[in-house]
């Protein structure tokens, strides 16, 4: 097992190289490469490197499949970028990195590699890119553990999900819902919605890589077969389906799918905050503050990618449009204010989801953990704003404050 090392001119060559091998390292076994994430960030070097070794991996005819997965020690998910550093980036450094981001979307979810499509199976707290990830490969397998969150508006910073093709696209609002109020999708609520191909119990993870490594012989499938069924087959046999839900509970998105669409389902960001200041349960209330203390500019720019996304046919240029929009958001006051607490919000979500797997506790729990953790983070994030000056402040007092000439900037910066 080895990590890639790249090739690279500049001084801090060593250097990064000694970050991608504490980041991930790669496995041929069988007929599957197996791409095993150390680090919970996607950071350029790394999402190069990837990149780059499934490209030359995909040239190999033996190989069948490329499995994107955690640490067999239990997951602790994927944050996306690490937005502190992409606040103190420049506008050339930020742009490489989401071009990055959205070369790895395309490498996972390009239409040309059916004969060594990309499985994407992790548990644990993905944020930001890491849904991307996710979303764009054409297999996802989660588990009992998985949580899909996107809790950048809370923190004046961009979902930078790009995925917004997809979950603009999902119905009653919950799109928009989770891109707009921080809420998370358990894995069942996923594979529900369509987002997710196939659900297991988490350990039963290392089976995957097992299953996909036997491959396929030459002829297993007819020539006007489906290319990728043989994968989902192999899939399905070696899942373990965790215990089936009769219902959804409130500890679930879903559960309050007929509240989401009355009014995240609206078609303006201010009808949205009317129709959750004219509700009348506990679900309205907390969504409408969650709202309020979030970025009203973060907020105006998610809702306006939402829209650009569902108007664009292709998701890979819906992809690249998000990541360009991403990349410009970065220069924003309310971005460099909220970024340090994000990371300290995703950090927490993944440790105390950690934490409960390894105690074993009941299922129910575990849904509350991302909540609980994001509640806790948002705590601290207002605590320290009021003993500091300098803590988060966000620029626009509303969204109707929000110039629609700058939200328009931002979501087009290449016009």
Known sequence: MSARS????????AAAAEMIRDSYFSMHHGSTLVLSLINPLLKRPRVMSICSEMAD??????????????MEDGGFGLSGSNMVDVARMDADGRGKHYQELSNLMSALGDDRSRSAP??????????GSAVGAALHAPFFVATENTRLWLPGPAFGCPGESLALHRLSRLPHGIGSYLALAGASLSGAECVSLGLATHLTESHALPRLAD?????????????SGDPLGRVSRRLLDACVDPPRLTAWGP??????????????????????????EAGTSDWHAAALDTLRASSPLALCLTFAQL????????????????????????TTADCG???????????????????HASRGRNRKDAAELARRARASATARAAAEEEASADGPVWEHASVEAVPAELVERLVRPMG
């Open 57 to 70: 991996a995909r040239l190999e005819r033996q190989l069948q499949s490329v499995l994107l997965m955690g």
């Open 6 to 13: 790249m090739r690279l001119r500049s001084p801090q060559a």
């Open 307 to 330: 829209r650009a996304a569902h108007a664009t046919p292709g998701w890979a240029d819906a992809a690249r449009a998000e990541a360009e929009s991403c990349a410009a958001a970065g």
């Open 251 to 276: 500890e679930h998105a879903l559960f309050y799918a007929a509240q989401i669409e009355e009014t995240f389902g609206r078609d303006t960001l201010p009808e949205i905050l009317a129709a959750l």
């Open 211 to 223: 299953a996909l490594a036997e491959g396929f012989p030459a002829d297993a499938i007819p020539a």
């Open 337 to 355: 204010a909220g970024a340090s607490s994000l990371q300290k919000a995703k950090a927490a979500a993944r440790n105390d989801l950690k934490a």
């Open 118 to 127: 990309a499985v994407v199976a992790l548990d644990g707290v993905l944020c």
